[in-house]
């Protein structure tokens, strides 16, 4: 799951960054309302945490641009403690949800977590596929009841295949979620994941549908 964090205090964005990156996301970091505007509007993010107190554009402004551009991406605004009205306006400008500083970061990512359930209709943290069950709290998969040991990339692959289950996934999509960088972007590094992540799970959990992508089928436990 890539994040685009948008905040202006780096010392507070560098700890957000670090929480997000040990919860399993791939974070991206921008300090200000332009890049943050432009890189919404370029880029594939599955959620956006955004300070509304941006230097340049604000970031209100931001929002309400990137919903009138018809972006739909999840959005968790940051808020100054105590400013109702900017609560109101930041849900009214189109934020999922909100967070007052100052914040734990245990609960901006359950709110993170929550907001992307919401937003792929997944309510329980708990997904089951067949013999496999992804616990997206804990960070785990099992397979048949047994812990299967993933490393972090090989996770962010099989649940956001999980996540998205039923649905093809291309390799273009996957690469833009797993990997932050364009220079990091090698078509073939999402086939040796897959790879690795089928030895693993057995060949049948993700499918291949030949020039169109991956899929995790959604069928009854
Ligand atoms: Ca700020």
Avoid: C
Avoid at 157 to 183: I, K, N, P
Wanted: no cysteine; glycine share 10%.
């Amino acid at each position: 799951m890539r994040v685009l964090l948008v905040e202006d205090d780096p010392s507070l964005a560098a700890g957000i960054a670090s929480a997000l990156e040990e919860a399993g996301f791939l974070v991206e970091w921008v300090g200000d309302g332009e890049s943050a505007w432009f890189k919404g509007g370029t880029e594939t993010y599955s959620a956006v945490i955004l300070d509304l107190g941006l230097p340049g554009l604000d970031g209100l402004t931001v929002l309400r641009r990137w919903r009138q551009e018809g972006r739909a991406f999840p959005v968790l605004i940051l808020t100054a403690r105590g400013d109702w009205s900017e609560r109101v306006e930041g849900i009214d400008a189109g934020a999922d949800d909100y967070l007052p500083k100052p914040f734990r970061m245990e609960e901006l990512i359950a709110r993170l977590r929550a907001i992307l359930r919401r937003a792929i209709g997944q309510t329980n943290p708990l997904i089951t596929l067949g013999s496999m069950t992804l616990d997206t709290r804990r960070m785990s998969v099992a397979l048949d009841g047994n812990p299967i040991h993933l490393t972090p990339q090989e996770y962010r692959l099989v649940s956001y295949l999980a996540q998205h289950a039923g649905r093809v996934v291309s390799q273009l999509e996957l690469t833009e979620q797993l990997y932050a960088q364009d220079f990091e972007r090698d078509s073939n590094a999402v086939e040796v994941l897959i790879g690795r992540a089928r030895k693993k799970l057995g060949n049948r959990m993700i499918e291949t549908r030949r020039g169109f992508g991956y899929i995790i089928e959604r069928t009854e436990p």
